[in-house]
């Protein structure tokens, strides 16, 4: 009965390598026998918090979609699992993941053709944001955080004094006024 309320891979939450490292240390510091009593918790974007246990020498979640816990695991095991079962690496098995591939091969027009609709897939399997596929296939900090500006820039609705402009919004479309 208890067994139940884990779902063994159907679901799974991935969280930062680092993060997932000191949550690990935190549970190996205890003893064996009381690391079953290890509670956390884990916030999601909107500032939601969900229980987080230690069973089965696992970290799992309480998941809210699926209302069982799910496993949790760092984004470079779910980075690989990702790899393993890629177009990209049965067309081209001498890279060692994404951006390796992305590096070898992004003057191949092809390749850059394939990978855009694999991560357009992906995006719309698991329901991520462009930021969050960014995480997903790997990119640098550097490069997520340009782009994090990039939407900041594009978003902005006041003026340069701090003023917010007024805006007309329509069915259909946002239009600037003057005044």
Known sequence: MASEKFNTREYGISIDD???EDLMAQ????K????????G???????V????IYRKNALWNYCLFTKKFCIVEPFSTTRNDAWKDSKIKKLYPNCDGFID?????HTDKEFMELFESVVEETTRKNKLTEIGAMLYF???DETIENALQ???????TGNADGRARKVKVTKNMVMNTTR
């Open 18 to 20: 680092e993060e997932y």
């Open 27 to 30: 549970v190996m510091k205890l």
């Open 49 to 52: 918090k969900t229980r987080l």
């Open 150 to 156: 990039k939407h900041k820039d594009q978003t902005h």
């Open 101 to 105: 591939a992305v590096v070898k091969h």
């Open 41 to 47: 918790f884990l916030t999601d974007k909107w500032g």
């Open 138 to 140: 790997g990119f640098r």
């Open 32 to 39: 064996p026998r009381k690391r079953k009593n290890f509670k």
